[in-house]
């Protein structure tokens, strides 16, 4: 955090101040803790509700439909124009959106955006999923994003997605959230029979193929039986999807189920200063991004932007990722809704022009490892928005470090607006690293940096925020946006 004179006292012209990372609580506004606490229940129904990149999508959508923002490709199909204060949304395959509100100058001159990401770390199902081994069905699964197995046995887990049925229909699954439903789980060795398992690496004691979901162990009615006696637990099982969702085995071929941890995200610590939940990489900051754009009712300076995508934790690659066309076509689509006559140069200049916060989340230190701390600049809890310059790893391999004048502008906006904020790199030198969309936003010719909220045990199925920093994302997020 910068220096800040407190009751407008200025400090004597020879004083020098530390520049000191300490927690924002003294530094909320009047009133401004009760402002944060809901914003904070707010995004615990979040959290709880949206478990996935679709359910995210879907939920972000709809809000943005109630609030009277219009779909950007229903607009132009009908020839419409767009001015000043008009909200628009522009969505695909129900996973990646671009919320925004056109702002007084013309686009040419760039957007201020802000960008996160909607997919978390899970376990996806495989093709054929389904087999029984001893007495048990089990659901084959491949882990997406970087996940410690072992982090993922003997926990209760939900199953979330999508299945496309022979005949076309669409089934949204949800089952292990909802009052009364089962849940799910993978198992680990008991302890009394593990002096093999403990010998081995924390990676390789629980490898990525023993992740396999308990589903079920009920064998067929007797009076059913056939031949398969060995399949007898699958086929009931079978049987039941059957009856349930009218599909048959060749259907998970057309599918995208995600097991995901069952149960809601919580209030963490006696004093309440904490959030538990699931995805919060990087759910906290998209939806942030997201609820600033949405919140913001005036008539921005320059057109304003909420882009979340899918695919971040696998590379940002497929069409739904940030490494694809989609940001390119939002920009033209504008155009062709916004000005008199469509041009390619006005896109690219709007490109160049667009300013953007790479909106995921950075590290904080732990009291228990604090060996991996890059010792001054490591993220701290409720410190406040983290402001990563560069990430990468092996000497910022793969970042697109922002510019020392881009940060100067960050620095600013934060600061002229009551922002508690940090600046931070991932960890240590050389034990390890990470990226986020960042590249591909500059690769475009876009000004960006990373710019989100620290969590502790990321990509864990309980991830850790401080309620300091989850509120300092979105403050932090309607700062930039309507000033840079
Ligand atoms: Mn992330
Ligand atoms: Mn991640």
């Known amino acids: 955090m ?112 802000v960008g996160g990401h909607a997919d978390c770390p ?51 699954i949800a089952i292990g959230d909802n009052p009364g439903d089962p849940v799910f789980c993978i198992t680990d060795i008991l302890p009394h029979l593990d002096v093999d398992q403990s010998k081995k690496t924390m990676r390789e004691g629980i490898a990525a193929e023993k992740l396999n979901v308990v589903f079920g162990s009920r064998p067929v009615d007797k009076k059913n039986d056939d031949k398969e006696v060995s399949q007898k637990a699958k086929l009931n099982i079978l049987r039941l999807l059957k009856a349930t969702y009218g599909i048959e085995e060749e259907d998970f071929a057309s599918a995208e189920l995600e097991v995901v941890p069952a149960g809601n995200a919580r209030d963490l610590g006696f004093d309440r200063s904490m959030v538990l939940g699931y995805g919060q990489d990087d759910r906290v900051c998209s939806y942030a991004a997201a609820r600033a754009v949405l919140d913001y009712n005036d008539i921005p300076e320059k057109t304003i932007g909420a882009l979340v995508v899918d695919k971040e934790e696998i590379g940002s690659y497929g069409r739904t990722g940030m490494d694809s066309t989609f940001l390119p076509n939002c920009i033209a689509e504008l155009v062709a809704a916004c000005d008199k006559n469509y041009s390619d140069l006005t896109v690219r200049r709007a490109l160049e022009h667009t300013k953007m916060l790479s909106a995921d989340v950075g590290t904080c230190a732990d009291p ?25 790893g092996g000497g910022k391999g793969g970042a697109s470090d922002a510019s020392a004048e881009f940060m100067a502008e960050i620095r600013k906006v934060f600061n002229d607006n009551g922002v508690v904020w940090q600046a931070c790199e991932l960890g240590k030198p050389g034990v390890g690293g990470g990226g986020t969309i960042a590249m591909y936003m500059a690769r475009l010719g876009i000004q960006v940096v990373d ?11 309980w991830e850790i925020a401080g309620k300091i920093d989850i509120y300092m994302a979105y403050k932090g997020y309607m700062a930039f946006l309507v000033n840079a």
Not at 127 to 154: F, N, R, S
Not at 451 to 461: I, Q, S
Request: aromatic letters at 8%; glycine letters at 10%; a positive charge.
């Open 451 to 461: 710019c989100g909220v620290g969590l502790m045990c990321m990509h864990a199925p």
């Open 122 to 172: 899970r376990l996806d199902l495989k093709p054929y999923p389904l087999y029984q081994d001893e007495e048990l069905v089990l659901l084959d699964t491949h882990y997406y994003g970087g996940i410690k197995h072992y982090q993922w046995t003997t926990i209760p887990l939900a199953l979330y997605g999508v299945i496309i049925r022979r005949d076309g229909k669409k089934l949204d």
């Open 2 to 113: 910068a220096t800040e004179k407190k009751n407008g006292k200025k400090a004597p012209a020879d004083k020098v101040q530390l520049w000191k990372r300490e927690p924002g609580w003294d530094k909320l506004r009047e009133g401004e803790e009760a402002i944060l606490d809901g914003y904070c229940a707010d995004y615990i129904d979040f959290l709880s509700t949206t478990k996935t990149e679709r359910r995210v999508h879907a939920q972000l959508v709809e809000l943005a439909k109630k609030r009277g923002f219009l779909d950007l490709d229903e607009v132009n199909k009908q020839g419409k124009k767009l001015k000043p204060g008009d909200a628009v949304y522009r969505a695909i395959d129900g996973k990646t959106v671009l919320i925004a509100r056109i702002g007084k100058a013309p686009l040419a001159e760039g957007l201020n955006l």
């Open 368 to 392: 228990d490892y604090k060996g991996v701390n890059s010792d001054g600049n490591m993220g701290r809890l409720n410190c406040g928005l983290q402001v990563n310059k560069y990430d990468g």
